[in-house]
């Protein structure tokens, strides 16, 4: 990692799903297309070989299986690594420091993001709801689970609120704030067994440095219909190795035809029973991790 660069721009990706590492080949392709200068882009990751593809262009930082065990804490937590990595792009505080998913897509010029990060701002995609009065019935013990109680000497308050995490980002005048999200996933993991209390630490420590700004004006962020961006996604980098087309040419292309679908497609609760019933099962771990 570079002193000089202005922004961190990382994406985690571990294990061996072929969906995850297609999802973050063409994730990394898109903030490419919309880095702004003196920004490096930095991917972490066990499996550096199915990097190669971006030569000198992005920053491959090789994580050990001891790394990765270390990460994932005592319980294990597969969510917790995604706060270490932000530890660690943002351990020298050199520069600000953005993480998105592997089913995020950048959308626009990278350049106002930037100079809000500069400003002192602090994002994540989007709000999602009020603690105070969550719209699912698995949210609702978050109520007695998380408010009225201290975090680290955070007290969520009645605006306190789930925002998703697709996309983390803070400023690099906040120092401090990744090790203070990684102490009060801690505790909070201790507390809730929520699916989302990563996304929740994010949630409750981020008020406390500055109010947190949408990051979902410049990426999309597609879990909700991954289905189909699956498909497109695999499409796409086929069609790229089969034009012998470089990571540049390939950023330039979805600069200028961007990969467009819905981004919410979820079905009925009782549609997934069916489904889980009935269908073939999804190769969503399939091993097959080609890039170009």
């Keep these: 990692m570079s002193a000089a660069s202005r922004l961190r721009l990382g994406l985690l990706a571990y294990g061996a ?29 066990d499996r550096p070989d199915l990097y190669l593809w971006f030569g000198s262009s992005i920053i491959v930082e090789r994580l050990t299986e001891s790394t990765l065990e270390d990460w994932q804490g005592p319980l294990g937590d597969r969510y917790r690594p995604k706060i270490e990595a932000l530890r660690r792009l943002a351990a020298d505080g050199a520069a600000d420091v953005a993480l998105v998913d592997a089913d995020t897509m950048a959308r626009r010029d990278l350049g106002p993001f930037a100079d809000r990060l500069a400003a002192g701002a602090v994002f994540l995609h989007r709000r999602e709801y009020a603690l105070s009065d969550p719209p699912r019935k698995g949210d609702r013990p978050l109520r007695r689970e998380i408010l009225g109680r201290s975090w680290q000497g955070i007290a969520p308050g009645d605006t306190a609120a789930m925002w998703n995490g697709g996309v983390i980002a803070s400023s690099r005048r906040h120092r401090g704030i990744f090790d203070r999200t990684l102490a009060v996933f801690d505790e909070m993991r201790v507390a809730s067994r929520h699916f989302a209390v990563e996304q929740l630490a994010y949630s409750i ?37 089969h034009g012998a087309l ?38 969503d771990n399939d091993e097959v991790a080609e890039v170009p």
Excluded: K
């Design 17 to 45: 799903s072929g969906r995850l590492h297609r999802g973050a080949a063409v994730a990394l392709l898109t903030v490419q297309a919309h880095r702004p200068d003196e920004a490096e882009i930095i991917v972490l990751t």
């Design 205 to 241: 420590v981020f008020p406390a440095y500055a109010p947190i700004e949408e990051a979902r004006p410049w990426f999309d962020h597609y879990w909700g219909n991954r289905g189909w961006f699956d498909g497109a996604v695999a499409g796409f980098l086929g069609r790229a190795r």
């Design 246 to 283: 470089s990571a540049a040419d390939a950023a330039h292309e979805l600069r200028h035809c961007p990969m467009v679908g819905p981004i919410d497609a979820r079905v009925p609760w009782w549609r997934r029973r069916l489904n889980r019933v009935f269908a073939r099962p999804a190769s």
